[in-house]
């Protein structure tokens, strides 16, 4: 009676995360971008030529082992802090690409959610947890040596029977009520066994009599980091490095070519290179912070760098606006999703004289930002796609009535700039900031200190350390 009592009260269910809730059943390429953001481009290709052996592996039912390697190429060297900062940064927009919403519309209905992987839990837990909502995370645990690195092992044997064995534990007074599952063979092995009902991906589309009037979505993924764009397939990734070579010559002749041409003629050489500008007005300054040297040497028009002190940068802006015209960035950053962060104010404090501009960019293999990475080779990898775009709208200058010489606060004017140009990309207005930004991105608040060019080349040496322990 007890345990009848259990089954119809629990509400709880545990779902497979690869081939569940993910659409793709391959954690592979995964692992492959935890390897090319948390270390290189040397570990990245190594996993990849290996990926022959992993697949022969999987293909004769020797799972675990396929696993462990992937697992072992990808992490061995790594100080846990990396991966869990790719795993904050850069693997959450990759997961929600490949959400089944089928699944988490079923997944969601619970009280109790539970989420199960074969990948190294560090990898799942933040975003099963923040986007998917759920309440455990299962998952196979790093051994990580005296000195801090990762050994690339794992303390399970058998991941599944791990697995279950877990699932088992949580749940010790009631079974879970649903299990959602890959489709296999047999589930006498896994953590579904255990559960009251079972069901395989694909969910079925009659399987709604608990959500029909369920509109919650997963929590977006509104910032993410990393130089990726596609996630990396094998055949993906065997592109990205046949590509890699090419790409930095390209970007070498891009660049060049970009010092020498005068402005004018950007647009119409840079079509020649596989280049696109889309761009209506003239050499005007702008004021910047956080950009790299480099940036600066290769921008087109005069750019002058703030402090993020409030007094000093309104100093600033109002010399360059006693001269002209002035390019003034409110986000304070980018976003490279459809949204807009808040905009800050100071800008209509100074002037009334305000023409909002819109501004977007395409890339194909490399995005051209980073919270995380070294700055100076953003302008590198934007030039390094295959056929880079941007976009740039100049809308018409604000009516008088609409600043703040008409009585309007600068946080009203500020706020009506960001809906116009939301309206004009077809982006969502949001209260976020540049803070909120870099501490999901980088766990810090954004204020960048001044780098020596010393200091920057041991920021990219860094890059190579897992290599030399």
């Given amino acids: 009676m007890a345990m009848e009592q259990a089954r119809t009260t629990s509400y709880s269910v545990v ?9 793709n059943a391959d954690s592979f390429s995964y692992l492959m971008l935890v390897a090319f953001e948390a270390s290189g481009l040397i ?4 996993l990849l030529f290996l990926w022959p052996v992993i697949t022969l592996l999987d293909v004769f039912n020797y799972k675990n082992a396929a696993l462990k390697l992937t697992i072992f190429v990808a992490t061995v060297g790594l100080r846990e802090p990396e991966i869990e900062s790719v795993a904050r940064a850069v693997l959450p927009k990759f997961y929600m690409d490949d959400v089944s919403m089928d699944t988490w519309k079923v997944f969601i209905s619970y009280k109790k959610k539970v989420v199960v992987t074969r990948m190294p839990r560090v990898m799942v837990e933040r975003f099963a947890k ?21 050994t690339g092992l794992i303390r399970e044997t058998d991941v599944d029977q791990s697995a279950l064995n877990r699932v088992a534990k949580l749940f010790v007074d009631q079974r879970p009520q649903l299990g959602l599952g890959r489709p296999a063979l047999t589930t006498s092995t896994t953590f579904l066994s255990i559960c009251e009902e079972q069901i395989h991906a694909p969910i079925p589309e009659n399987y709604n009599h608990r959500n029909e009037q369920l509109q919650l979505r997963p929590l977006p993924v509104i910032f993410h980091d990393g130089r990726l764009v596609k996630r990396p397939t094998p055949a993906t990734a065997l592109l990205i490095l046949l590509w890699i070579p090419l790409g930095i010559i390209l970007a070498a002749i891009r660049i060049f070519l970009g010092a020498i041409l005068p402005l004018w003629a950007t647009p119409y050489v840079s079509q020649i290179f596989g280049g696109h500008i889309i761009v209506k007005g003239r050499s005007i300054p702008a ?4 950009i790299s040297r480099l940036s600066e040497i290769l921008s087109p028009i005069p750019t002058v760098r703030l402090t993020r002190i409030r007094d000093v940068d309104a100093e600033k802006i109002k010399q360059q606006l006693s001269k002209g015209d002035l390019v003034v960035c409110p986000e304070g950053t980018t976003c490279r999703e459809p949204f807009l962060l808040r905009f800050s104010g100071l800008f209509a404090e100074l002037t009334d004289r305000i023409v909002p501009v819109a501004m977007n960019y395409r890339v194909g293999f490399f995005h051209a930002t980073t919270a995380r990475g070294w700055k100076g080779l953003d302008p590198i990898f934007f030039f390094m796609n295959p056929r880079p775009v941007y976009e740039v709208t100049f809308l018409n200058q604000l ?10 606060s600068p946080h009203d004017v500020a706020n009506y700039v960001q809906r116009i140009l939301a309206a004009t990309l077809g982006f969502e207005c949001t209260n976020f900031t540049r803070k909120d930004k870099y501490r999901v991105l980088a766990g810090n608040d954004g204020t960048v200190p001044y780098l020596s060019l010393l200091d920057q080349l041991k920021k990219v040496v860094s890059t190579f350390e897992p290599f030399l322990h």
């Fill in 399 to 408: 009516p008088m009535e609409a600043t703040c010489s008409s009585g309007k």
């Fill in 287 to 290: 004021v910047t912070y956080s």
């Fill in 15 to 23: 779902s497979e995360f690869e081939g569940t809730i993910l659409k």
């Fill in 43 to 46: 570990r990245f290709a190594i």
């Fill in 130 to 150: 923040d986007h998917l909502r759920a309440d455990e995370v299962i998952g196979t645990d790093l051994i990580v040596n005296r000195f801090g690195f990762v």
